[in-house]
């Protein structure tokens, strides 16, 4: 049985970096889905691609895949820039302000 372990991506239909902090391992699909004929829905015989573990650290979901024995691929997260201005959003209200403000 085959896993991988990653840290998710934020949505792009989010702007903040909510269920992005946790590890998931998920397992790889072990035969091929199937188009019902009668209805037309994609199905699987493979229960196991509908698991998802969350966990907290890197490392506990290496140990959890070791401990079951379950051969996992871990996938690094890329590190993003902070998006944070100097002076930030609020700079924009302050009633000091150094220069003038114009739409």
Known sequence: MRARI???AKTAMQSGTAKTRQWVLEYAA???REVDPLMGWT???DTQSQVR????SK???LAYAHD???EA???EPKSRKPVIRARGYGENFVPNRRQVWTH
């Open 6 to 8: 990653y840290q998710p």
């Open 30 to 32: 072990d035969s091929a």
């Open 43 to 45: 199905s699987s015989t």
């Open 53 to 56: 573990l969350r966990f907290d």
């Open 59 to 61: 490392e506990a979901a």
């Open 68 to 70: 079951k024995g379950i």
């Open 73 to 75: 691929v871990v996938t």
